[in-house]
């Protein structure tokens, strides 16, 4: 034991990254670690390509006139930013790269419930991509990332088929996630992680998996209805049958509403855990925020008929499903309480992810509040489809989202990658996402209030202003990506390594190495206090004698 | 992985009963989405029933109970064989654990087969949604009468007043959701030939028969749908 | 908890008897008038067959807590996607409408 104990401890551990290298260890591993990192560069590369058609919309915006796209080009771009930023970004972001990576790590566990199904996920997902960029390739698709029919199924002459099968296949990949967090949240803790002990990251994924079980499946049968009546022409929508258009928008949101939370609880499980870092307090009013995730999941599917206040839908369903709206703002106003009352008489550090997480509660809540505007009916008629619409999911998806997202990129980065991020350079580029995020979006706040509707190619003289003021905060928030990508990359090779707790924090996560074995721990954990004893010195849960067996 | 019948734990588990519980909570989860997933068709139906219920009665009579109740026995009773070969490997007995599941295969097939007789005729009546769909209520009611058929106050009042095109939504969802059964069917025969193939080899016992439990799930669910499709398709407004 | 339960073949044979007979009844009882009631005894003799099917074939009586919960959860979500939307359709014409301004004041209500 002692002899083989100092062999190990002279050379160099070897952790998830090193332990193989072929390719084949990454393409077919079933290491949760191994496939968030597939994740992580897949998304990546969506990424690039959603906000590169954004780039270029933005740029024709810039002028009144149609200069630099036709307007069919124009309409194939936002629906292609839509559906690539929606269905292979923002849905898988943080469950699939962060969760993947922390769910089992942040509960004692070696892998996920079904490690092989994980992996599956991650080919069902890249299978979808391609499928819906072939679409996109082969000459694209223009009917909005939200499909609505009777454009989509009976008039659309582009690729609909393809980018709904895209869509479609993408849906199990995060079924499969799902299924495999609750089931690993539910069986596999280790000895003494109560649920009352469990950091808030894994209320919020838990949370959120509930929407994608009980949610997706109901958009992919719907994409499957619009599959039905393009292929065979069985008429489910069509007018002409007696169908109703308005009954494919209740069954896409049915799913597409709850789906924004899908995209934002994990972010606020995010920011859960670096306020409670970086303000070195426990977690103000836990129970309260673990149990607002699940109010959230909940109610969010009562919510989906003000996406549809003028259509069809009958005013007293309207009238409900506004009241029900508002409920959805208490949940997520306790949340922030809480994160607020957690830095109050915290030792606050301005660290990067911290910047994110100050840019989340503020960017977050302008986005929440203007989403009450809009779930008013009244404020609604004259804001529907608007580009108030746009700037609102805007400030939710990217400054609720992407900043989560980009929060927990910096904080778990060192345990991801083993490597610290130049921290001057991480500061400057959080700023600049920061302002050329309100520069691109806020001035389309005022451009909707105005009546400029969304998803129109020209457009009267008199928005040129603000759509410049759009297009020019959008080319700063692109240096900030930029910046971003360039010293992450940097640091991959030539960061300072990171030692096992950078930031002092508290978890299970944190006990073990930077980057972590393949088995996270080399032996079981045993947890005896909550993930947020900030106040109480830091203990250590792994067996010590028992490292490097 | 391991082959062996018995002691097969995955490596990230730490009991036989961890990894039972969670293969059968994870199956559960995944019939939840299932359930949905249907629930969208249901909702569609649901919707057009209640906006035109007349054409829901044309369209129901123009199914075959017999066809439709003979099915139902058929998977019934494949929920049965189904349930006696997980019951067959829980007590250890492997010869009976394949031949219950060879018995639900067949129980299977034969409701497919039924499926394709009846989606034949559907199509040789001009039955199938899209250009060549073709339905007469007025004719359909007189060859009712000349069945000998009693037909009643309300049954012609819907048979008077119901609009072809909305007997064509009737039968697109007929279609849509009948369909997606099928495709679960054939998914599930599938799932059995695997069963097959790997209880022939040994892999399941009383302590190791996680696979056979959770596809009895699946199993069991698809025979779920059909118990409210039959109904739904082909009894509503009988009377 | 849900340890291995194995139950006797003569339940599983008494199940599926009862299942046929309601398949019976259920054909049966669709050839009566019982005007609106007909499609809530043909949804509620379909919901006793599923739940035969789920509490014995499947074992969920014997299954753990969560179990039954996620099972649960899944019927009630089914019934809130359509119970929402019908809610929609079934109310859309109680609002009663404006008649244009003309209308309303040449000729007079006629009611």
Redesign the interface.
């Known amino acids: 034991m002692s002899e083989t104990a100092t062999i190990a401890a002279t050379a160099e551990p070897k952790n998830y990254l090193t332990n193989r290298h072929t390719i084949q260890s990454w393409l077919f591993t079933v290491d949760h670690k191994r496939i968030a990192i597939l994740y992580l560069i897949s998304l990546t590369v969506f990424f690039l390509l959603g906000g590169a058609a954004a780039a270029l919309f933005r740029l024709d915006l810039m002028t009144p006139q149609a200069d630099l796209l036709q307007s069919e080009t124009y309409n194939k771009l936002f629906t292609m930013h839509g559906i690539v930023m929606i269905f292979f970004f923002l849905v898988p972001s943080i469950p699939a790269v962060m969760g993947n990576f922390l769910v089992p790590v942040m509960i004692g566990a070696k892998d996920v419930a079904f490690p092989r199904l994980n992996l599956l996920s991650w080919y069902v997902f890249m299978a979808g991509g391609l499928i819906a960029l072939g679409a996109i390739i082969s000459g694209g698709v223009d009917t909005g990332w939200t499909f609505y029919t009777p454009y989509s199924s009976m008039y659309a002459n582009s690729h609909v088929i393809l980018a709904v099968a895209g869509a479609f296949i993408a849906g199990f990949s995060s079924i499969m996630t799902a299924l495999n967090f609750i089931v690993t949240i539910q069986k596999m803790r280790a000895p003494g992680l109560t649920w009352f002990r469990l950091p808030l990251f894994i209320w919020a994924m838990y949370a959120t998996s509930l929407v994608v079980i009980l949610g997706t499946p109901v958009v992919a049968i719907t994409l499957v209805m619009i599959f039905i009546e393009r292929f065979f022409q069985f008429g489910l929508f069509d007018p002409a049958l007696g169908g109703d258009p308005v009954l494919f928008q209740h069954l896409f949101w049915f799913y597409s509403h709850p789906a924004v939370y899908i995209m934002i609880l994990p972010s606020m499980g995010v920011i859960s855990e670096i306020v409670s870092c970086f303000s070195r307090r426990r977690l103000y009013g836990y129970t309260f925020v673990a149990f607002s995730s699940l109010a959230i999941a909940v109610i969010g599917f009562f919510v989906w008929g003000h996406h549809m206040f003028v259509s069809s839908q009958s005013a007293y369903a309207g009238l409900i499903f506004s009241f029900l709206t508002f409920f959805v703002a208490i949940p997520t106003a306790i949340k922030i309480l809480n994160w607020i009352m957690t830095m109050y008489k915290g030792s606050i550090s301005f660290d990067t992810p911290m910047l994110y997480a100050y840019g989340f509660l503020g960017l977050f809540t302008i986005g929440g509040l203007t989403g009450l505007f809009l779930s008013t009916m009244a404020t609604d008629i004259h804001l529907h489809d608007t580009y108030f619409v746009v700037a609102h999911f805007h400030y939710v998806m990217v400054g609720g989202g992407v900043m989560g997202f980009l929060g927990a990129l910096h904080f778990w980065w060192p345990k991801m990658t083993g490597r610290m991020y130049p921290e001057g350079w991480a500061k400057f580029a959080a700023i600049v996402i920061f302002i050329g995020f309100n520069l691109t979006f806020f001035p389309q706040f005022q451009l909707g209030y105005h009546g400029m509707p969304r998803r129109y190619h020209t457009y009267a003289e008199e928005f040129q202003i603000l759509h410049v003021m759009s297009t020019a905060g959008a080319s700063v928030l692109g240096a900030g990506y930029l910046i971003m990508a360039a010293y992450l990359g940097w640091s991959l090779f030539k960061g300072k390594r990171a030692s096992a707790n950078p930031w002092d924090a508290r978890g299970l996560e944190w006990e073990t190495t930077s980057p972590p074995p393949t088995e996270n721990f080399l032996s079981t954990p045993t947890v005896t206090q909550e993930a947020y004893a900030y106040d109480k010195p830091s203990v250590t849960h792994v067996p010590p004698e028992e490292k490097r067996v | 992985m391991s082959s062996h019948a018995h002691a097969h734990v995955a490596h990230h588990f730490e009991s036989a009963e961890q990894q039972r519980q969670s293969a059968q909570l994870g199956m559960w989860i995944f019939l939840v989405t299932e359930v949905m997933f249907f629930g969208g068709l249901f909702a569609a139906y649901v919707v057009y029933r209640s906006l035109y219920p007349e054409a829901w009665v044309v369209g129901s009579h123009l199914l075959s109970i017999g066809l439709g109740g003979f099915n139902t026995a058929v998977l019934l009773a494949s929920s049965l064989t189904m349930a006696l070969a997980v019951h067959a490997a829980q007590t250890d007995k492997r010869n009976a654990t394949a031949m219950w599941i060879v018995l639900t295969m067949v129980l299977g097939f034969v409701f497919l087969g039924v499926k394709v007789v009846e989606y034949a005729g559907k199509f040789e009546h001009h039955l199938v949604p899209g250009a060549h769909f073709h339905v007469d209520p007025m004719a359909e009611l007189a060859k009712l009468e000349a069945a000998g058929v009693h037909v009643g106050q309300h049954l012609r009042h819907a048979f008077e007043t119901a609009n072809p095109s909305h007997v064509q939504l009737f039968y697109s969802l007929y279609f849509a959701m009948t369909g997606m059964h099928a495709v679960h069917m054939i998914i599930g025969a599938g799932l059995m030939i695997w069963l097959l193939a790997n209880t022939l080899k040994g892999r399941y016992s009383s302590a190791y028969y996680n696979p056979v439990e959770v596809t009895g799930l699946y199993w069991h669910f698809v025979d779920i749908v059909w118990i409210f499709l039959f109904p739904m398709l082909y009894l509503i407004g009988r009377h | 908890m849900?340890e291995?339960h194995?139950?006797p073949?003569r339940v599983?044979?008494t199940?599926?008897a009862i299942?046929?007979a309601l398949?019976v009844a259920?054909?049966w009882v669709?050839?009566?008038?019982?005007g609106y009631l007909?499609?809530v005894i043909?949804?509620g003799?379909?919901v006793i067959?599923?739940l035969l099917?789920?509490m014995?074939?499947?074992h969920l009586k014997y299954?753990?807590p969560?179990?039954r919960l996620?099972?649960g959860?899944?019927?009630v979500?089914?019934v809130?996607?359509?119970a929402?939307?019908?809610?929609?359709?079934?109310?859309?014409d109680?609002?009663p409408f404006p008649e244009p301004w003309e209308q309303a004041h040449e000729a007079p209500a006629s009611h």
Request: glycine letters at 2%; zero cysteines; hydrophobic letters at 65%.
């Open positions: 849900s291995h194995v139950m073949i599983y044979l199940i599926i299942l046929m398949t259920t054909v669709a050839f009566l008038d019982f007909n499609t043909a949804v003799i379909a067959k599923a099917v789920v014995y074939f499947m299954a753990a969560i179990t996620f099972a959860a899944g019927a979500f089914f809130i996607l359509i929402i939307t019908l809610s929609d359709y079934r109310s859309r109680w609002f």
